[in-house]
């Protein structure tokens, strides 16, 4: 394959800027190891500029999928650990030990946990009792009596 004109190790550096710009615009998280691996075919012009053109493409052949595939599998890893952390809501005050600012009667009261008044659901107590929150339905919190 011959081109009209040289492919130098600035248009490789260039394309991996462009698609990293892209990547800002457009959706997906894809562009970013295209982009990659572009960098990294610049990089190998920079280290040995009279690689052919035919080695340039299957080097970046190569690398494209290579960082696409390390790039996903980043992503579910860092997916797994951090996915329990986001968007649970009232679930995180599971474990929460408090006192009733209400008794607890027809199964049903509040309790104070930091600044904020909670309603609680569950067994008949007297005002001040100690309790734990064992599980929540939308904002009732699920309380048992203090062991």
């Known amino acids: 394959m011959t081109l009209p004109f ?19 615009v457009l959706p997906g998280a894809v562009l970013i190891w295209f982009g990659a691996a572009a960098f990294c ?6 280290l040995a500029p009279e690689t052919s053109l035919g080695t340039q493409l299957l080097a970046f052949a190569i690398l494209a999928p ?11 890893r860092g997916a797994a650990t951090s996915e329990a952390a986001v968007n ?11 006192k009733l600012e209400t008794a607890l009667e027809n199964g049903r009261g ?3 946990l930091g600044d904020s008044i909670w309603p609680v ?10 309790v734990v929150v064992t ?5 009732l919190l699920i309380v048992s009596p203090e062991a």
Do not use: T, Y
């Open 88 to 98: 649970i809501g009232a679930g995180r005050l599971i474990g929460q030990r408090g």
């Open 66 to 76: 290579l960082w696409l595939g390390a790039g996903l599998w980043w992503r579910k």
């Open 121 to 130: 659901s569950g067994p008949d107590l007297p005002q001040g009792s100690n």
């Open 41 to 46: 075919v610049g990089g190998l012009l920079l």
């Open 6 to 24: 040289a492919v130098e190790a600035w248009h490789w550096l260039a394309l991996g800027v462009a698609l990293a710009a892209l990547e800002i």
């Open 135 to 139: 599980a929540v339905d939308g904002a």
């Open 110 to 112: 509040e309790m104070r």
